[in-house]
């Protein structure tokens, strides 16, 4: 049994169409999402070291903490050091 031509014709006409049309537009479209794929990738590695760059900076709030914290205890022996000056000072005046 032999194929008419006319198939051969059609699977030809096919064969062109889908190198002519298919293979450019799957070309442009790969090539489409490989230019998103490499901006994802550096957008990425700058959130990275921006993302490195505030931990470094806000690694100090601790520390910030904690001398918030002896601000309170140096105020507390300020005070101190003024009762036990005033105290000086009065010892010392009444012996004039």
Same mark, same amino acid.
């Given at each position: 049994? =032999?194929?008419?031509? #006319?198939?051969?014709? $059609? ?10 049309? $298919?293979?450019p ?9 490989? +230019?998103?794929?490499? #901006? !994802? =990738? +550096?957008?990425?590695a ?6 490195l %760059? !505030?931990? %470094?900076?806000?690694?100090? $709030? ?10 309170? =205890? ?7 050091? +003024?009762?036990? #000056?005033?105290? $000086? =000072?009065?010892?010392?005046? %009444?012996?004039?």
């Amino acid at each position: 049994m =032999e194929v008419p031509t #006319s198939v051969y014709a $059609i699977w030809w006409t096919m064969v062109i169409v889908a190198l002519v049309l $298919i293979v450019p537009l799957a070309v442009y479209l790969l090539h489409r999402l490989w +230019r998103a794929a490499r #901006s !994802i =990738e +550096r957008y990425t590695a700058e959130t990275l070291t921006a993302g490195l %760059g !505030i931990a %470094g900076n806000t690694a100090a $709030i601790s520390a910030l903490d904690q001398t918030v914290t002896l601000g309170g =205890e140096l105020g507390a022996a300020a005070a101190s050091i +003024r009762q036990h #000056s005033a105290a $000086i =000072e009065t010892t010392l005046a %009444g012996r004039t």
